[in-house]
């Protein structure tokens, strides 16, 4: 994270060293005061896209009809912006054009909440205008002007304020609090995507349930997709006493609590990507399979990746402490880890039941000798499994 910064500070120092004005901005300064980790530092500056590619020899032209362009450094990528202001968010998606300026103080104007219209120059001089740094001591999130402004402008805002409350544990201004009530079925008019990409990092964060109690309070619950539908959704929302390890895990675990909602309508409504949906699938079929089958059965068809949100779920749905720990060892000790592993294949079974015609028994027989191998009912020979099946001692 330090060397992070120096190297930030060498990208600033570079683009001033050709006469443009250039400042690390946003969340890595806010994140630098608070002593958080940063691993994404954007840079803002008076120099245009093109004299950017100019400055630098490797350059990704990531975003320049916004005036965002990837700058390479010691194998570390910074985003660079030019100064700009927005205008006019007629349709609540984008603003309608983006006007380049050369002035800091107006691009700090247009951002969202104080604690991120900090700049900070290649020696680590602050300007701050809107007394971001004064909020960041009092634990205070504050839009840049008046939030009913400027939550009319952006609507997302209102989601943002509440994601920051949840990563960094501070208050809502309490005027921003009271237009979020005011305003809130304007995020109804925001891409549904925007909207899932703070809820995620809500979910995850640290002081959730500070977010959770916000959301219920100004009922900006009310207004996002699904809830908005279904007030038994939100019901069960108000109990949850946990924060989530990903999107995936929320979707399972409101998925096994609503009688009414799937996975698939969650994906649907909040149009999740397939990853999520695969992911929450799985931990959904996996939380039933426990209910009925062995550890080992289950912990076998666990991917590594679902572990923590899998141990999260038995404590959070099934009331039970299934740790970490305890699916490592578990997931060690399995004779096999795949199908692969197994000493047969269907070749072997259809060798061994020559007047049988080929069917689903073939693949049915697969199945019973991974799970008896898996849960330790058969070995993993040649020999022993031919036995098993033939014999028909399952
Ligand atoms: P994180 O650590 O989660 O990335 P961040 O503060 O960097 O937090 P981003 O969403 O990456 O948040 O946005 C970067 C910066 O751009 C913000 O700090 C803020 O200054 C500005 N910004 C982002 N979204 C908006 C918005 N909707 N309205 C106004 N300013 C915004
Ligand atoms: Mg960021």
Redo the contacts with the bound molecule.
């Keep these: 994270s330090r060397q992070l910064f120096r190297l930030a500070q060498q990208v600033v120092q570079q683009i001033k060293d050709h006469g443009f004005q250039a400042y690390i901005?946003?969340?890595?300064v806010?994140?630098l005061i608070l002593d958080r980790a940063v691993d994404?530092i954007?840079i803002a500056t008076s120099a245009h896209p093109d004299d950017i590619m100019n400055i630098f020899s490797k350059v990704i032209p990531t975003g320049i009809e916004h005036g965002t362009v990837m700058v390479r450094h010691q194998h570390e990528s910074f985003e660079v912006t030019t100064f700009r202001t927005e205008s006019n968010y007629s349709d609540f998606r984008r603003p309608d054009k983006v006007d380049f300026v050369t002035n800091l103080n107006e691009d700090l104007a247009?951002?969202?909440?104080t604690m991120?219209?900090i700049a900070m120059d290649q020696s680590l001089q602050l300007v701050d205008p809107y007394q971001g740094r004064q909020a960041i001591e009092e634990k205070i999130i504050r839009t840049v002007g008046d939030p009913r402004d400027r939550f009319l402008e952006?609507p997302?805002?209102m989601m943002?304020a509440i994601r920051f409350q949840a990563?960094l544990g501070f208050s809502i201004d309490s005027q921003a609090l009271t237009a979020i009530t005011e305003n809130g079925s304007l995020l109804a008019k925001i891409a549904v995507e925007r909207v899932a990409m703070e809820w995620e990092?809500m979910l995850k964060g640290s002081f959730f349930e500070q977010a959770q109690k916000s959301l219920l309070t100004t009922k900006l619950i009310n207004h996002l997709p699904l809830f908005s539908k279904d007030l038994k959704t939100v019901d069960i929302f108000r109990d949850i006493d946990k924060r989530f390890s990903s999107f995936a895990e929320f979707v399972a675990y409101m998925s096994l609590k609503s009688a009414e909602q799937s996975v698939a309508s969650w994906v649907k409504e909040w149009k999740l990507s397939n990853r999520i949906k695969k992911d929450s699938k799985l931990l959904e079929q996996l939380i039933v399979t426990y209910r009925q089958e062995s550890v080992e059965w289950v912990v076998y068809q666990l991917p590594a990746h679902l572990i923590v949100p899998f141990s999260n779920l038995c404590c959070t749905i099934e009331n039970e402490t299934v740790t970490e720990k305890a699916i490592d060892q578990t997931k060690a000790n399995l004779s096999i880890q795949t199908r692969k592993e197994l000493a047969i294949n269907g070749t072997d079974i259809i060798s061994w039941f020559p007047n049988k015609e080929k069917g689903a028994w073939l693949q049915e027989s697969l199945l019973q000798v991974e799970k008896a191998v898996v849960e330790g009912k058969l070995s993993n020979t040649k020999n022993e499994i031919r036995e098993w099946l033939t014999n028909d001692n399952k």
């Design positions: 901005v946003g969340g890595a806010r994140d994404d954007d247009r951002r969202d909440f991120n219209a952006d997302l805002r943002r990563q990092k």
